[in-house]
């Protein structure tokens, strides 16, 4: 099957959706890891009936049926292969799970929630209309239709809302932006606790490790790209790569034309899952 990747036609969307795609290949095994991202996704596994997360020892953190909300995630998260042999779904902007669902976008950081526990009998309706069609076109579609019938109407800071994250996205720092909109240091945290699920200065890191990603990739001139994305110096980035996916930029090996994905050696996961865990929880961000 043709694998397919849009942004939604419907303008009620447009700042909500980054893309609807469908996603197929030959079964295989073994893991990918999932690196942190500020974009929650919708995903649904049309090949199995579950969804998963391990941790880097490859033990079971979570899991839910064949249609799943996963959160922002602050910290890596290893999945099988298999699950990724028929699948398709949404990336949403970073302000857009908030508008589809009715909790706060804090209660789906680092989770993967049961989209029938959210949205109820449809969300199965769903999943069994893209199984009736191979067409990947055709399944976006349907995935498109199902989202603007489950859109809630935007609080009445959305607005601000948009600009505070078009803001840390381009780069700015947090305190030019609580200067910029004139938020408090405690409104804008409720702001981002609710419509984001994180504090503005871990979403501005996250952001800003997410847009050196395809640079890392080649491993060419790491001090250049270090000061090219806003880090003091080459230290600074692999402290950071470090406390995001546990390795090191050079160590890590990015999955060509999905930058948020990792080849995992399976040999390795036991191997070097002591030193990655400890780094992982010596350095977790405050999620408060």
């Not at 980054?18 to 197929?24: A, D």
């Not at 009445?156 to 609580?178: F, H, I, K, P, W």
């Not at 981002?192 to 996250?206: M, N, Q, T, V, Y």
């Not at 948020?260 to 036991?270: S, W």
Request: hydrophobic residues 35%.
């Amino acid at each position: 099957m043709l694998n397919v990747s849009r942004p939604p036609s419907s303008s009620e969307l447009s700042h909500y959706v980054n893309v609807i795609w469908t996603y197929s290949s030959e079964p295989q095994h073994g893991y990918e890891k999932i690196v942190p991202s500020v974009h929650a996704q919708l995903l649904i596994n049309l090949d199995g009936d579950t969804l998963s997360h391990r941790d880097l020892n490859g033990l079971l953190k979570r899991k839910t049926g064949p249609m799943g909300l996963q959160g922002l995630l602050t910290e890596p998260v290893l999945i099988e292969k298999n699950q990724k042999t028929d699948i398709c779904g949404v990336q949403f902007t970073a302000m857009g799970l908030s508008v589809f669902v009715d909790q706060p976008a804090c209660a789906y950081v680092n989770q993967i929630v049961d989209a029938v526990s959210v949205w109820g009998l449809s969300a199965d309706s769903l999943r069994t209309s893209l199984t009736t069609t191979d067409d990947p076109a055709l399944r976006c579609d349907f995935i498109e239709a199902f989202l603007v019938r489950q859109l809630r109407q935007p609080g009445a800071d959305v607005d601000m809302l948009r600009v505070c994250v078009d803001s840390l996205l381009a780069g700015m720092n947090v305190t030019e932006l609580q200067k910029t909109v004139g938020l408090s240091q405690r409104k804008l945290h409720d702001l981002f606790d609710r419509c984001i699920g994180i504090k503005p200065k871990l979403f501005s890191r996250i952001a800003r490790f997410s847009r050196t990603l395809p640079a890392v990739s080649d491993h060419e001139n790491l001090t250049q790209i270090a000061i090219e994305n806003g880090y003091a110096d080459h230290a600074h980035m692999t402290r950071e790569f470090h406390w995001f996916t546990g390795r090191s930029p050079r160590a890590e090996s990015l999955i060509i034309g999905e930058p948020q994905h990792a080849y995992v050696n399976p040999d390795e996961i036991f191997k070097n899952s002591a030193t990655e865990e400890a780094t992982l929880k010596k350095n977790k961000p405050d999620l408060q």
